[in-house]
């Protein structure tokens, strides 16, 4: 009953490749993330949906398309993969609560584009 | 631009010791901060946060100070465990826009027996 989950976890592809990366929240919340970690170990954000729609667009290459077929779930699909798309790509969702607003975050999917 | 910025890749701290972990930021309009516990192959888990209008939150072990003048926080944990050996990564937010969260590149903490 994890909280977030992506899948896969591994990916190993060749450039040129069209892959698919997906993401599903149990939680309920309305707010969900791809960040992306490079090898710098920045954790950028890419992405955000609020209930199926998006709402941050960081100056993502047109390349990755996120698609939420309903607010549980944003994947993440890449075509024409490139070395420099090799990174960790964590999905998120998100809830405000009296507190603030808190992350909570997949296992990361290893992307490794050869 | 980096506008978190955590300058200690790594800290080394014994057992039973208090750890601190540093960040810095640049961006004047952030106003709510966090901090993210990171352990390998895992995705980054909320341990703290604080808001602008106050400048010291405690919750057990772990203490975020915000220095606002100084555009500072740091993380203090006491006393330090060997579980707390992850990386530690600084979160901040403008929360009049729109969902984003900036973060620092990471420290990771070790700590030894």
């Known amino acids: 009953d994890t909280a977030v989950s992506q899948t896969p976890k591994y990916l190993v592809t060749q450039m040129g490749n069209d892959k698919s990366i997906k993401c599903e929240q149990n939680?309920?919340?309305?707010?969900m993330y791809w960040y992306k970690q490079d090898s710098k170990k920045f954790l950028k954000i890419m992405f955000s949906?609020?209930?199926?729609?998006?709402?941050i667009n960081e100056t993502v290459p047109n390349r990755f398309s996120p698609k939420s077929p309903d607010k549980a779930h944003l994947n993440l699909h890449i075509n024409s993969l490139e070395l420099g798309d090799s990174a960790v790509y964590f999905c998120?969702?998100?809830?405000?609560?009296?507190?603030?607003?808190?992350?909570?975050f997949g296992s990361g999917t290893q992307l490794s584009v050869l | 631009d980096q506008q978190v910025k955590q300058n200690s890749p790594s800290l080394s701290v014994q057992e039973g010791r208090i750890s601190i972990l540093n960040c810095d930021y640049t961006?004047?309009?952030?106003?709510?901060f966090l901090w993210y516990k990171k352990y390998p192959a895992e995705g980054p888990t909320f341990l703290i946060s604080?808001?602008?209008?106050?400048d010291k939150n405690e919750d057990g072990r772990f203490t975020v100070f915000l220095n606002k003048s100084a555009k500072h926080l740091s993380l203090h944990i006491v006393p330090s465990q060997p579980g707390d050996s992850a990386v530690y990564f600084c979160?901040?937010?403008?929360?009049?826009?729109?969902?984003?969260?900036?973060f620092g590149t990471g420290t990771r903490l070790q700590v030894t027996l």
């Open positions: 998120a969702s998100s809830q405000v609560t009296q507190g603030g607003e808190k992350l909570f």
């Open positions: 939680l309920g919340h309305d707010t």
């Open positions: 949906y609020n209930n199926k729609e998006l709402i």
């Open positions: 961006n004047s309009m952030f106003d709510y």
């Open positions: 604080i808001s602008s209008i106050k």
């Open positions: 979160a901040a937010k403008d929360t009049g826009t729109a969902s984003k969260l900036t």
